[in-house]
T-cell receptor, first 107, second 119 residues
Framework: EIVLTQSPGTLSLSPGERATLSCRAS???????LAWYQQKPGQAPRLLIH???SRATGTPDRFSGSGSGADFTLTISRLEPEDFAVYYC????????FGPGTKVDIK | QLQLQESGPGLVKPSETLSLSCTVS??????????WGWIRQPPGKGLDWIGY???????YYNPSLKSRVTISADTSKNQFSLKLASVTAADTALYYC???WGDGAFDIWGRGALVTVSS
């Protein structure tokens, strides 16, 4: 079973700044089966990125995913007010695991 | 447009079985390559994958819950269901059903159903 670690736990930034979120796996992820989700209070998670770097339908292009092997990154190029939320990475395949999340809050 | 809706009791007694259903509208649950999953979120905590059923009927479960979980599908009702046996307070959570076409990255989610385990 692959264990995902996300860092930092909380990221305090201002609107307009760049956000860099990390997701590290306990072993190499094959086929780049790594997704990123955004969750706002009181809402279900929303898929942002799948296949490590492919934007899901409706994901703004300020969101980008990168990485391979065991190290992956979600970058938000310029934070908009609606981007302050919790972000989870997910490994998928036969078994699925989620990381513990990174909260992006307003500085 | 594909939509999912969870339903079931909001309160379950300890040691009993939690049962939830997810009604799918907008497509058939038998459509090729769909994954239909259950994910839960304890209050104030992160996401915990429970399991999924593939369109073919194959099931995959979280190893930590496998002994207590059953996911099944009813194609006549276009629903899939979750049963979690021998529940404790630690199973109190918001339970989401979700769907994925092709790979297990869930691009469609229900609104969630809060289940509390208490006597």
């Amino acid at each position: 079973e692959i264990v995902l670690t996300q860092s930092p736990g909380t990221l305090s930034l201002s609107p307009g700044e760049r956000a860099t979120l990390s997701c590290r796996a306990s072993q190499s992820i094959t086929n780049r089966y790594l997704a990123w989700y955004q969750q706002k209070p009181g809402q279900a998670p929303r898929l942002l990125i799948h296949g490590a770097s492919s934007r899901a339908t409706g994901t703004p292009d300020r969101f980008s995913g990168s990485g391979s092997g065991a190290d992956f990154t979600l970058t938000i190029s310029r934070l908009e007010p609606e981007d302050f939320a919790v972000y989870y990475c997910q490994h998928y395949g036969s078994l699925i695991t989620f990381g513990p999340g990174t909260k992006v809050d307003i500085k | 447009q594909l939509q999912l809706q969870e339903s079931g009791p909001g309160l379950v007694k300890p040691s009993e079985t939690l049962s939830l259903s997810c009604t799918v509208s907008g497509d058939s649950i038998s459509t090729s390559n769909y994954y239909w999953g259950w994910i839960r979120q304890p209050p104030g905590k992160g996401l915990d994958w429970i399991g999924y059923i593939f369109y073919s009927g194959s099931t995959y479960y979280n190893p930590s819950l496998k002994s207590r979980v059953t996911i099944s599908a009813d194609t006549s009702k276009n629903q899939f269901s979750l049963k979690l046996a021998s529940v404790t307070a630690a199973d109190t959570a918001l339970y989401y059903c979700a769907g994925s076409w092709g790979d297990g990255a869930f691009d469609i989610w229900g609104r969630g159903a809060l289940v509390t385990v208490s006597s």
